[in-house]
């Protein structure tokens, strides 16, 4: 899972913003029609209720990172795009700021969720509905009840109030993490609170089909453990993804708050004064290794081919280039590239 942003679907430009729907909300729509068909007989109208259910939480997801999107804009940045999820999304957001502001940025999409909730509230309270229920996660409205105005706008609600939830896991690529890693970063530095915010995510990701069976979500039947399953999995390969990013860079060329999935808001440049040399940890000393035996074996690699393109340019001239190997092509064009970088 190393590059989720390549599962998608272009939507196009909203207000000057990319647009991509991410393969999961397909998925996400055959997994809710499937369970909600599995009683039999199944109500007839439960495989349409599933269906608006991903269609009423695309739009939650939409209001979500739109949140996100005017908190960029209102502190002077710019978006260039937006990757939809199930829980959330990725939005892309450009200005200089200090990491405060991504935790204003990041804060701003449970907000929005959380607006609906509150506006939903006197409409359901005048509509006898039982408003306790309306906050237990593991209540959700039932797949198989007859279709009506009332339903929908308890489907609106819950999965709104489940956005906020979620999203304040401190785990990446969940806005929770973001938040850590933005309150981390003025004492331990970006990097150190990248890693320690990775961890805490690969830590929540195993305990958290535990913690569903503690209180029973496995119970409740497949609408909620598959879902717990998918998320825990998203969380720990985000967080995988997250800690390789940091071996394989000498440093952060983005600042502290670069892009790629498991990291969301870009380019937030930090005007803190630098900090004072520190002597490096074992994470960082190991790291350090790691980085020098990586640059040892790409060195090797690059004297290997050199040694053998004078073979291939031979060979070349003999046969053509439609006659070489596809190695040999390679060679040729990454020694070719490496010549033309140095000139």
């Known amino acids: 899972m190393h590059d989720h942003s390549g599962w998608y679907l272009y939507l196009g430009r909203w207000a000057g913003v990319r647009v991509k729907l991410h393969a999961s909300f397909v998925f996400l729509a055959v997994l809710l029609v499937y369970t909600a068909t599995l009683p039999s007989p199944a109500p007839a109208h439960a495989a349409w209720h599933a269906l608006l259910t991903t269609l009423l939480l695309f739009a939650s997801v939409v209001l979500h990172e739109f949140g996100h999107c005017l908190a960029a804009w209102r502190l002077g940045g710019s978006v260039s795009q937006v990757v939809l999820f199930p829980l959330g999304g990725l939005a892309s957001a450009h200005f200089d ?27 359901m309270w005048s509509m006898d509905v039982e408003l306790i229920r309306l906050f237990h996660v593991l209540r959700p409205p039932a797949l198989g009840e007859a279709m009506s105005l009332r339903l929908v706008l308890e489907t609106v609600f819950y999965l709104n109030w489940l956005l906020t939830i979620a999203n304040l896991i401190p785990a990446m690529p969940l806005d929770g993490g973001r938040i850590l890693r933005a309150a981390l970063t003025p004492s331990v530095g970006a990097n150190q609170a990248s890693l320690v915010t990775a961890r805490t995510g690969q830590f929540i990701a195993l305990i958290l089909p535990l913690l569903a069976w503690g209180v029973g979500v496995f119970d409740v039947g497949a609408n909620f453990w598959a879902p717990v399953a998918v998320v825990s999995i998203l969380l720990f390969f985000s967080a995988k993804q997250e800690i390789e990013r940091l071996m394989d860079s000498e440093q952060d060329e983005g600042g502290p708050f670069g892009y790629d999935f498991s990291q969301g808001y870009t380019s937030l440049e930090r005007r803190l004064a630098p900090p004072t040399p520190r002597r490096k940890n074992t994470v960082q000393r190991w790291l350090e290794r790691r980085r020098r035996a990586r640059e040892q074996r790409r060195l090797e690699t690059e004297a290997m081919e050199e040694q053998r393109l004078d073979g291939i340019l031979a060979r070349l001239n003999e046969v053509g280039i ?6 040999e092509r390679d060679i040729l064009r990454r020694v070719s590239q490496r010549y033309r970088n140095r000139q």
């Not at 204003?104 to 449970?110: D, K, S």
């Not at 607006?115 to 006197?122: F, I, M, S, T």
């Not at 439609?322 to 190695?327: C, I, P, R």
């Open 97 to 123: 700021g200090e990491p405060q502001d991504e935790m204003r940025v990041a804060m701003a999409g449970p907000t929005a969720n959380l607006l609906v909730c509150l506006g939903l509230l006197p409409v």
């Open 322 to 327: 439609q006659n070489l190997s596809s190695e």
